[in-house]
Nanobody, 119 residues
Framework: QVQLVESGGGLVQAGGSLRLSCAAS????????MGWFRQAPGKEREFVAS????????SYADSVKGRFTISTDNAKNTVYLQMNSLKPEDTAVYHC????????????WGQGTQVTVSL
C-alpha cells in the first residue's frame, strides 16, 4: 500500500502561482505513473495532469495546458504541480494519485489540498 500526502495549497489572486507537492511513502518498488486531479464544489472530480514515473512522459487537461507543469523527484518519491497564471475556475481541492501499472487505473489517493483563486 502507498500513502500520499499533498501540500502547498492556499489562497492566491488570479494570475498568481502555487506549487503543490505530493510525498509518497510505503510501497515504492512498483509505480507506473503519478497524477493530479481536482474537484470543485458541486462538480465531479476531473483529471489535471499525469506523469510516468520512469520515462517522465506527461499528459495535461486542455484547461491547464501551458499554465501547469507536472514533475517528479524520484529520489524523494515526490510529485509536483507547478501552477502559473491561475484563474478563479482553478479553485478546487487538488488530489494526487498513484497508478501502479499500465494495466490499471489510479488506485491510491491523497486527502487533497485546497487551492482557492480570488479575483
Amino acid at each position: 500500500q502507498v500513502q500520499l500526502v499533498e501540500s502547498g495549497g492556499g489562497l492566491v489572486q488570479a494570475g498568481g502561482s502555487l506549487r503543490l507537492s505530493c510525498a509518497a511513502s510505503g510501497r515504492t518498488f512498483s509505480r507506473y505513473a503519478m497524477g493530479w486531479f481536482r474537484q470543485a464544489p458541486g462538480k465531479e472530480r476531473e483529471f489535471v495532469a499525469s506523469i510516468t514515473w520512469r520515462g517522465g512522459f506527461t499528459s495535461y487537461a486542455d484547461s491547464v495546458k501551458g499554465r501547469f507543469t507536472i514533475s517528479t523527484d524520484n529520489a524523494k518519491n515526490t510529485v509536483y504541480l507547478q501552477m502559473n497564471s491561475l484563474k478563479p475556475e482553478d479553485t478546487a481541492v487538488y488530489h494526487c494519485a498513484e497508478r501502479s501499472t499500465a494495466y490499471n487505473d489510479f488506485g491510491s489517493w491523497g486527502q487533497g489540498t485546497q487551492v482557492t483563486v480570488s479575483l
